[in-house]
């Protein structure tokens, strides 16, 4: 079992940054492919951005290349996703989740993941 809690979330102007964090608790953290999803109203939760085990791949999903970049601490237990350049159409609830991936495929299906946080809001005003 894993436990997920993101922070960092908030509001911010078109074209500020943000970074949210996501820290995990339970089995081992090094375990795990680490993904960030969103959700924006009245749309279905998308992926984002997803980093390997041991940080070495990433992958972003187009909508954020180039602006979002995801990294990981092991030590810390926390994977982190820094938001520049932020847009309106970022508006969402951001979702960390954890997929138990003993090899080095990054997956961008939600039904990969085992396991997910409770989700942080960031509002980008225009």
């Given at each position: ?13 078109a074209?500020?940054s ?8 339970g089995?081992?953290?090094?375990h ?5 999803f ?13 980093i390997?085990r041991?940080g070495g791949?990433t992958?972003?999903?187009d ?28 508006t ?10 003993l ?5 961008s ?18």
């Amino acid at each position: 079992q894993v436990q997920l809690v993101e922070s960092g979330g908030g509001l911010v102007q078109a074209g500020g940054s943000l970074r949210l964090s996501c820290a995990a608790s339970g089995r081992t953290f090094s375990h795990y492919v680490m993904g960030w999803f969103r959700q924006a109203p009245g749309k279905e939760r998308e992926f984002v951005s997803a980093i390997t085990r041991s940080g070495g791949s990433t992958n972003y999903a187009d909508s954020v290349k180039g602006r979002f970049t995801v990294s990981r601490d092991n030590a810390k237990n926390t994977v982190y996703l820094q938001m520049n350049s932020l847009k309106p159409e970022d508006t969402a609830v951001y979702y960390c989740a954890a997929d138990l991936n003993l090899g080095s495929i990054i997956y961008s299906q939600e039904y990969k993941y085992d396991y997910w946080g409770q989700g942080t809001q960031v509002t980008v005003s225009s």
